[in-house]
């Protein structure tokens, strides 16, 4: 099994719709974080935990909200999706700061 | 603000030609530098991390060096299984978050 496990691979939704998409790891790690892909923007963080009572924006949290349901599970939701959150979304784990990210293999949302 | 530039956007090779990748970065105090391999359709796998301008660090055909204003990723003979895109990222002290560039897509044809 995979370190990092995100669910659905892909997924297409309507415009207003409400959409979770899912993030589980066994890699031990405290840390989390959730970013999204677009071509010519490049990776770009949406929200991240270091516990389970931490829950920090990054700078692009706008339309998204999280939850942080135990140490291993990290959710992300699109509360009314719109037609410009269509990217690309990884979840992300880390030991600590100055560590590397493992990612997981990514969701690709298209929302029409 | 803490930026990182890759170049160049695409490059292509011959199985065996070597060259490098540029990461230029600018960043208030550096905590560690990041270098990661994507693969189409997947997450991007972790390769190296560099702290200190000097430092080096390789595997198998990818070689990483650090100074204070970039760093270079040196493929050595690549095979047709390099290709992919490279990205670099940088985190600053006190920094939560990396800040990634935008990749450099590496097709190495056989």
């Known amino acids: 099994d995979a370190d990092v496990t995100q669910t659905p691979r892909n997924r297409i939704t309507k415009t207003g719709k409400r959409i979770m998409l899912e993030c589980s790891q066994t890699?031990?790690?405290?840390?989390m974080y959730w970013y999204r892909q677009d071509p010519g923007l490049g990776l770009r963080l949406i929200y991240y935990?270091?516990?389970?009572?931490?829950?920090n924006k990054g700078e692009i949290s706008d339309g998204y909200s999280v939850s942080r349901q135990a140490q291993a599970k990290f959710s992300l939701s699109l509360e009314s999706a719109i037609p410009n959150q269509t990217a690309l979304y990884f979840c992300?784990?880390?030991?600590?700061?100055?560590?590397?990210?493992?990612f997981g293999s990514g969701t690709r949302l298209t929302v029409v | 603000e803490d930026q990182v530039t890759q170049s160049p956007e695409a490059l292509r090779l011959q199985e065996g030609e070597s060259s490098s990748l540029n990461c230029s970065y600018t960043?208030?105090?550096?905590?560690?530098l990041f270098w990661y391999r994507q693969d189409p359709g997947k997450g991007p796998e972790f390769l190296f991390t560099?702290?200190?301008a000097g430092e080096e660090k390789e595997k198998e055909r990818l070689k990483a060096t650090l100074t204070k204003k970039e760093s270079f990723l040196h493929i050595t003979a690549p095979k047709p299984e390099d290709s992919a895109t490279y990205l670099c990222?940088?985190?600053?002290?006190?920094?939560?978050?990396?800040?990634f560039g935008q990749g450099t897509r590496l097709t190495i044809n056989p």
């Open positions: 990222a940088v985190q600053a002290w006190g920094a939560q978050k990396l800040v």
């Open positions: 560099l702290y200190s």
């Open positions: 992300a784990t880390s030991e600590g700061t100055g560590a590397g990210y493992t």
């Open positions: 960043v208030s105090g550096l905590r560690g």
């Open positions: 890699k031990g790690h405290d840390r």
């Open positions: 935990s270091f516990d389970v009572k931490d829950i």
